[in-house]
C-alpha cells in the first residue's frame, strides 16, 4: 500500500473533504503542486481550479475556487470559499454563469469590474470540466 497523509478540505459551510490519500494536486498561484506524504512544510495561496485526489488507488477530482493550502508532514488543509463534487455541479447554472461572465467582458463600454468578471468566468469553466469529467 502507498504511503498516506491526511487531508482536510474545508469551506465557510461544511468539512467538505477528510480523510487519508495518497497524493493531491492543486493549482497554487505558482503553478500545479503535488503533494505526497512528507513533502516539505509549506502555505501557499491557491487558483480557482480542480483538486486531484488520489485515494485508494484512484483520483478524484472536485472544483475549488480558489484559498489556502497548507501542508505538514502528516496532514494537508485546504481552506476554500467553495468545493464542489462532479455530481453536485449544475451544469446549467454554471453555463449560464459563463454566458454572464463573457457577456460582461465583451461589454468595453460598460463599467465592469474586469478581474471579478474574469474570476467568475474561471469558476465557471472549472465547475463545468470537473462536472463533465474533462
Not at 485526489?53 to 472544483?63: D, S, V
Not at 480558489?66 to 508532514?73: A, M, S, V, Y
Not at 476554500?80 to 467582458?105: C, F, G, M, Q, Y
Request: aromatic share 6%; glycine share 6%; hydrophobic share 40%.
Amino acid at each position: 500500500m502507498a504511503s498516506t497523509f491526511e487531508l482536510e478540505i474545508v469551506t465557510p459551510d461544511r468539512k467538505f473533504y477528510e480523510g487519508s490519500v495518497e497524493r493531491i494536486v492543486v493549482r497554487s498561484t505558482q503553478g500545479d503542486m503535488g503533494i505526497l506524504k512528507d513533502h516539505m512544510f509549506t502555505v501557499s495561496p491557491l487558483e480557482i481550479g480542480v483538486v486531484k485526489i488520489k485515494e485508494n488507488g484512484k483520483y478524484k477530482e472536485a472544483a475549488c475556487a480558489g484559498g489556502f493550502i497548507q501542508i505538514k508532514e502528516e496532514k494537508t488543509t485546504i481552506i476554500t470559499d467553495s468545493a464542489e463534487w462532479p455530481e453536485e455541479i449544475d451544469v446549467k447554472r454554471a453555463e449560464e454563469a459563463k454566458n454572464r461572465a463573457e457577456e460582461r467582458l465583451n461589454k468595453p463600454e460598460a463599467n465592469v469590474d474586469a478581474l471579478r468578471a474574469k474570476a467568475a468566468l474561471k469558476r465557471a469553466l472549472t465547475r463545468i470540466r470537473v462536472a463533465k469529467g474533462e
